[in-house]
């Protein structure tokens, strides 16, 4: 192996490749990391050869407020000066301010928050209050969604990649809206709203409204597309659900705080959740976090009634910590004023001005620094790009100084949220340059 002080960057390759165990990866060298990251200051990282890279995945679609954000890092210094660990059943006042604030940005109604160690058990436990609230079995959740990888959060998930899991019953999927390439012949915005909304009906009848317990969706749905809901669908949904006791829980794991320009996703389309889960955005994910926000009649629910649910590291005080002044500064810095800017004024127009100059770009969509590319081979057929020539753009963004999000037959366009105009016009170059390299 290369000795550290000769050649850091290929020493972090090889260790990684070495002793790491990959997650949703083979594990031969041929499939490992082609990237080593050092450091990072704001919407940068470096290597450990010293190249530079401007971060547009935000890492895992989390580091909202960029990297080494100052107040952030002053907040582990201090808890972790004061307390670095405590047990869940303690009173702390870090833990308590971290749930007031998300109870103070969450609707109405939400006073209660139950923190886990990340979006994935945030959706298990979500999942199981709603089972115990209603005394009904069936989750429904979309066929392209992402809800984790832990036993029920992954068979919820309604990707390819979902594994069959026999102790996790009572999962059923069902087609969201997805205008590009629609299920339900449909070609406006409203008429794809519709159907949907009359596809999930049918799904509710034919499984038994009496035996579902919640719909678990994504407002926004994220690694699956970025599909903004067209106009009606959440409020439809939240009606269906209203006239039959089911439960509506929105994952914000992704979408949530200031990724599209709101505290959550589900803010800018007029509908009410019973449960909110969250992740990543909260914190930035500098020390992990996540947890539901709870609507108070579930929440009394268990007020004689044990919640049978709980993790050593359930609001963790340095997690807690850096929520507190997650939250604080997206509201004193403006942030969220920031995407909304970037977004109408920077982000949005280059992107659909890089869609003009080529053809391979089918679909543009998108809000706040939450876009997608959707790349094909014929706009009028909508043919995906090929998988192969995705790896290859893939490596030429990297290759050029950009971490990219490549997914299937997108690029999501994901910096953080203090992502600035010349920073975009930069990136802007970087895809222009690969495209016409790769497809014309
Ligand atoms: N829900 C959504 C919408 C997500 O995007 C993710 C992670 N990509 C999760 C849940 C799972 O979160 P985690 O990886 O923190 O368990």
């Known amino acids: 192996m290369t000795e550290p002080h000769d050649d850091l960057d290929a020493y972090a390759l090889e260790l990684d490749q070495a002793h790491i165990f990959h997650s949703w990866s083979a594990q031969a060298p041929a499939h490992a990391a082609a990237v080593s990251i050092k450091s990072g200051l704001g919407t940068r990282v470096w290597d450990y050869a010293g190249n530079e890279y401007l971060d547009f995945s935000s890492q895992h679609v989390n580091v909202n407020l960029g990297h080494q954000h100052p107040a952030l890092l002053e907040a582990i210094r201090v808890q972790s000066q004061l307390l670095a660990t405590i047990s869940p059943p303690t009173a702390n006042i870090t833990r308590g301010e971290a749930a007031k604030r998300l109870a103070a940005i969450a609707p109405?109604?939400?006073?209660?928050?139950?923190?886990?160690?990340?979006?994935?058990?945030?959706?298990?436990?979500?999942?199981?209050?709603?089972?115990?609230?209603?005394?009904?079995?069936?989750?429904?959740?979309?066929?392209?969604?992402?809800?984790?990888?832990?036993?029920?959060?992954?068979?919820?998930?309604?990707?390819?990649?979902?594994i069959p899991n026999e102790f996790a019953r009572g999962h059923v999927h069902f087609f969201g809206p997805y205008l590009y390439r629609s299920e339900f012949w449909a070609t406006t915005p409203e008429q794809e709203s519709e159907r949907a909304l009359q596809h999930l009906r049918r799904v509710i009848e034919a499984e038994g409204a009496q035996t579902i317990a919640a719909v678990l969706l994504e407002p926004v749905p994220g690694t699956p597309g970025i599909m903004l809901p067209p106009p009606g669908y959440l409020a439809g949904v939240r009606e269906l659900c209203d006239e039959q006791g089911i439960l509506l829980i929105f994952d914000e794991v992704m979408c949530g705080f200031g990724r599209t320009g709101e505290w959550f996703a589900f803010d800018a389309f007029d509908a009410r959740p019973d449960l909110v889960t969250f992740a990543k955005g909260v914190n930035s994910g500098y020390v992990p976090i996540g947890g539901v926000i709870i609507d108070d009649p579930?929440?009394?629910?268990?007020?004689?009634?044990?919640?049978?649910?709980?993790?050593?590291?359930?609001?963790?005080?340095?997690?807690?910590?850096?929520?507190?002044?997650?939250?604080?500064?997206?509201?004193?810095?403006?942030?969220?004023?920031?995407?909304?800017?970037?977004?109408?004024?920077?982000?949005?127009?280059?992107?659909?001005?890089?869609?003009?100059?080529?053809?391979?770009?089918?679909?543009?969509?998108?809000?706040?620094?939450?876009?997608?590319?959707?790349?094909?081979?014929?706009?009028?057929?909508?043919?995906?790009?090929?998988?192969?020539?995705?790896?290859?753009?893939?490596?030429?963004?990297?290759?050029?100084?950009?971490?990219?999000?490549?997914?299937?037959?997108?690029?999501?366009?994901?910096?953080?949220?203090?992502?600035?105009?010349?920073e975009i016009a930069e990136a802007m170059e970087i895809y222009d340059a690969v495209l016409t390299l790769e497809l014309g």
């Open 298 to 422: 579930i929440a009394a629910h268990f007020n004689d009634r044990v919640f049978p649910g709980g993790l050593t590291y359930s609001g963790h005080p340095l997690a807690a910590a850096t929520v507190v002044a997650s939250l604080d500064t997206i509201a004193s810095e403006g942030v969220l004023e920031h995407v909304r800017d970037i977004s109408e004024n920077h982000l949005g127009p280059a992107l659909h001005a890089l869609a003009e100059r080529h053809p391979s770009i089918g679909e543009v969509r998108g809000r706040g620094v939450f876009w997608a590319l959707e790349l094909v081979t014929d706009r009028a057929t909508r043919e995906p790009v090929p998988a192969a020539t995705m790896g290859r753009i893939r490596a030429g963004l990297v290759e050029r100084g950009l971490l990219p999000f490549v997914s299937e037959n997108r690029i999501h366009v994901l910096p953080p949220c203090i992502v600035t105009p010349a």
């Open 108 to 162: 109405e109604g939400f006073n209660r928050v139950f923190f886990t160690n990340g979006g994935s058990d945030a959706n298990e436990n979500a999942m199981r209050m709603a089972r115990l609230y209603t005394g009904r079995d069936k989750i429904l959740s979309a066929y392209r969604s992402y809800h984790g990888n832990t036993g029920s959060s992954i068979v919820a998930t309604g990707d390819p990649r979902r």
